[in-house]
């Protein structure tokens, strides 16, 4: 198995191939989602060969944006079972990632203590800091595929979201849920002022 192969693949490919339109699901996405992994995982203890599976499907997750826009996750699982055998990985292992992909899929449904690290990655940002601006660069992004058009729909979408949405690992939950609380009310404060 050579998982250092395997990402400078994906990355490669991410880079070149990624649409410039997918302002969110970008390279700096995909980045951001594998340096959240493992900042997670550390301290759920995972280690080993489950660590190297989870980095694997974060770097993965959104792949499938190379090759279509809708049921992405279906479109990376497709590239990790093509690609990740010439990288040295098995079918229990490679099933094992796609199981984690397909858990990212709105509404979030992970059915293992990995997949639920990875859900918790790919929206780690709503808890942070820079909730705001990573949140623009899917406002951009949407709009520019004709989901919404206005800043208020954006709004409304995002609190539907975020009323939603949950952390699955007891580590996001402690350290991310409160600001996503925050901002939460921040943004129906918005659309209170924003008729």
């Known amino acids: ?55 694997m499907a974060a770097l993965y997750h959104d792949a499938g944006f190379t090759v279509q826009d809708l049921d992405h996750e279906e479109a990376g699982c497709r590239i990790v079972r093509e690609k990740l055998p010439e990288f ?27 997949a639920r690290i990875l859900c918790d990655a790919d929206l780690d940002y709503l808890g942070r800091a820079d909730f705001v ?8 992004e949407m709009r520019h595929y004709g989901v919404l058009k206005t800043e208020r729909e954006w709004n409304e979408l995002q609190v539907r979201f975020l009323e939603r949405h949950k952390y699955f690992t007891v580590t996001n939950k402690r350290s991310r849920e409160d600001l996503k609380q925050q901002h939460l009310v921040k943004v129906k404060h918005w659309l209170e002022h924003n008729p």
């Not at 880079?15 to 995982?41: F, G, K, N, W």
């Open 1 to 55: 198995m050579d998982p250092q192969a395997a990402r400078t693949y994906i990355l490669a490919k991410l880079r070149a191939e990624l649409p410039h339109a997918r302002t969110y699901h970008s390279l700096a996405h995909t980045l951001d989602v594998y340096a959240s992994v493992m900042d997670i995982a550390e301290q759920e203890g995972v280690t080993g060969e489950g660590l190297t599976m989870l980095k």
């Open 88 to 114: 040295g990985f098995n079918s229990d292992q490679i099933e094992l990632i796609c199981e984690m992909i397909m858990s990212t899929r709105i509404p979030q449904s992970p059915r293992n203590k990995l």
């Open 133 to 140: 601006m990573i949140g623009n660069t899917l406002f951009d």
